[in-house]
């Protein structure tokens, strides 16, 4: 027994040094990974960057449009990725001259996957999720899936929510995940960090998780051709106003689309998420799911997919979760920023106008780029929002004195008229889709309360950004 020992103990040491030896030489192989990894997606980013839609229209001169109706056509003409500088921000105001705050931005990918179906799908939705880490501040940019884009490393140009599977099928370097996060890094003229994936299952879990979300439902909705995963039609229905939606009614109202098309959809499901984060943070629920995250993860695991490290997500949590959910800023690049038309193959797309995406897109970032305490010079070049003003009450020209009160802050007026009906007491001014702060600078120039009086439509029914009824409070300063 004594004689054995020592020949135990060689072949013990053996074995343990053997397991060092190769710790040591896989350490040593993925911390020289890690290293050229970093260095080819920093590389791969600035060149993202560099070739995007946005790069061109830098230097070149913005004509301003000399009628709203001039400013509402789009050119006809495909966008092509150029090589140039990143676009530059807007000024800030002179004094500090802070440096604007350096961005996270995660992309969110859902996907229609039925149990019967092989091979990737399309994205039935994609927004983009700017942080900023420093003050709070968010951003949701709706992609609608029709926008017509250049489509990185491959040569094509084709509607966005095909690059997913594009990326897929290609074999692209990151996939599917991947080349949807380049593809939109190239349209907006910004990297993407991270992406998430979720799935209609994984949707489902998430709201109920968190025990349902309330959303304000702004019109009534009644869609008799909501698809079913049989690939049959039932009715959705929902009336205006509050709501407390589970999991599979929030999904409905999320992707219904036959009642107010694409634009309203995207729109919805901002507030979706929008619902689910005052939602967690209003109820204090983050330490409760952090203290879950591996078991929330393995439950969730054929559902949703990210390349978001568990460290960086359990960061940004608790960095959130003292703060609300109301500094968000909500974009829906629709038909007011683009031409929807028919491709040479016949197929229904949205061809983008550069110059008006450009204004939303740097009016957006500066929203949620500024630091605290610094004001923007300019929010967004005036001319290029579309505002329509309406009479709300009983005083004749009501609605011609406001405009010409805003025309003379250099404000560009789309159209006048009368209100459905004329008893308004408090004015109304209707955000269809421009950066919150600029909704909030109307307001301001009319002697409002933004808080009091903005409130965010859907789909306008005529082409303005923004529309504004007269009530009774503002009679006061058109004498």
């Given at each position: 027994m004594h004689s054995t020992s020592p020949q135990r103990g060689r072949r013990i040491g053996a074995r343990r040094f053997a397991t060092i030896v190769t710790s040591v030489y896989a350490v040593a192989i993925l911390s020289l990974a890690l290293l050229l990894g970093t260095r080819l997606h920093e590389w791969a980013r600035q060149r993202i960057v560099q070739t995007s839609i946005l790069a061109e229209l830098t230097d070149a001169p913005v004509a301003a449009p000399s009628s709203i109706s001039s400013a509402s056509s789009a050119p006809s003409v495909e966008p092509q990725p150029v090589a140039n500088d990143a676009p530059a921000q807007l000024a800030v105001d002179a004094g500090a001259q802070p440096e604007p705050a350096q961005l996270l931005s995660i992309l969110l990918l859902g996907t229609d996957e039925r149990p019967d179906e092989y091979g990737p799908t399309r994205t039935d939705t994609m927004i983009l999720l700017s942080i900023n880490p420093d003050t709070g501040a968010m951003g949701m940019l709706s992609l609608p899936r029709d926008l017509w884009v250049p489509i990185p490393g491959l040569g094509v140009t084709t509607k966005i929510n095909t690059a997913y599977m594009l990326g897929e099928l290609q074999d692209y370097p990151g996939g599917g995940p991947q080349l949807a996060k380049d593809t939109v890094s190239s349209f907006v003229g910004r990297p993407v960090d991270y992406f998430v994936r979720v799935n209609?299952?994984?949707?489902?879990?998430?709201?109920?998780?968190?025990?349902?979300?309330?959303?304000?439902?702004?019109?009534?909705?009644?869609?008799?051709?909501?698809p079913t995963p049989d690939y049959g039609v039932e009715t959705f229905h929902i009336d205006a106003g509050t709501h407390h939606l589970d999991g599979e009614t929030a999904l409905k109202y999320a992707r219904t689309r036959h009642n107010d098309g694409d634009y309203s959809r995207a729109r919805r499901q901002q507030d979706i998420i929008r619902a689910v984060a005052q939602q967690v943070l209003n109820a204090g629920m983050i330490p409760q799911l952090l203290a879950k995250a591996?078991?929330?993860?393995?439950?969730?695991?054929?559902?949703?997919?990210?390349?978001?490290?568990?460290?960086?997500?359990?960061?940004?949590?608790?960095?959130?979760?003292?703060?609300?959910?109301?500094?968000?800023?909500?974009?829906?690049?629709?038909?007011?920023?683009g031409e929807e038309t028919f491709s040479s193959e016949g197929a229904w797309i949205l061809l983008p106008d550069r110059t008006r995406v450009r204004t939303a897109l740097n009016a957006f970032y500066a929203a949620i780029e500024t630091p605290g305490g610094a004001q923007p010079v300019a929010l967004a070049d005036p001319k290029s929002v579309r505002i329509e003003i309406l009479n709300g009450t009983t005083s004749p020209n009501a609605a011609a004195r406001t405009a010409a009160l805003l025309q003379q802050q250099g404000w560009q007026i789309a159209s006048i008229g009368d209100a459905d009906r004329s008893d308004y007491a408090q004015s109304i001014v209707i955000n269809y889709g421009v950066a919150d702060a600029v909704a909030a600078e109307v307001s301001t120039d009319l002697n409002l309360e933004p808080a009091q009086a903005q409130i965010n439509g859907l789909a306008a029914s005529a082409p303005v950004d923004i529309r504004i009824v007269v009530g009774r409070d503002l009679l006061g300063i058109l004498q």
């Open positions: 209609f299952d994984g949707f489902r879990e998430i709201i109920d998780l968190i025990g349902g979300v309330t959303v304000e439902v702004p019109n009534t909705i009644h869609d008799e051709e909501y591996p078991q929330l993860l393995a439950t969730m695991q054929n559902s949703i997919e990210t390349d978001i490290p568990i460290a960086t997500g359990i960061e940004l949590a608790q960095r959130f979760q003292n703060r609300a959910a109301s500094d968000v800023q909500q974009l829906v690049l629709d038909n007011r920023y």
